[in-house]
């Protein structure tokens, strides 16, 4: 009987925690990518999860060395800030990629409640103001404490 009643509090508790960190069974509200070019763009994805937890993960060309970085100092604010902007000029309306078939540019990948835009080159001014924001909010304007990676 005992040890049903623990495998019962750590299936219970065990739940909590995932949950809590909103990582393991929540999708990101928002995921910002940006990827490589030919020359020294910054390369990484940003996570946003719904409880207000976020991830960086630093590829290259950042202030950040390379590796998974959870944020110290965001907001679950900006998030909504995020969202009421998409909704505003109607994120959901816009195509899957603006791309005009240049190679050596870096794509910018914005995935929000799961419509996913690729701007590579010629995406609408409100898409560029969007991407614009959360880069200031998230990338710019916070401390990232890295994570230790699990061997």
Do not use: H
């Not at 925690?17 to 390369?43: D, L, Q, R």
């Not at 701007?119 to 890295?146: T, V």
Request: net charge negative; proline share 6%.
């Amino acid at each position: 009987m005992k040890f049903l009643l623990g495998i019962i509090t750590v299936i219970v508790f065990g739940g909590c925690i995932v949950g809590k960190n909103g990582n393991m069974s929540t999708p990101p509200a928002v995921v910002f990518e940006k990827t490589a070019c030919f020359g020294t763009c910054p390369e990484f994805m940003l996570e946003v999860f719904p409880v207000g937890s976020c991830y960086l993960t630093v590829r290259n060309n950042m202030p950040l060395d390379s590796g998974k970085y959870s944020c110290l100092t965001c907001s679950p604010d900006d998030l909504k800030v995020i969202l009421k902007k998409a909704k505003k000029i109607k994120f959901k309306e816009y195509e899957d990629k603006y791309d005009p078939g240049v190679t050596d540019l870096p794509s910018i990948m914005t995935s929000i409640e799961g419509k996913l835009v690729t701007n590579i080159m010629d995406a609408p001014a409100e898409l560029i103001e969007l991407e614009q924001l959360i880069d200031s909010l998230y990338i710019q304007n916070n401390e990232w404490q890295k994570l230790v990676e699990k061997k």
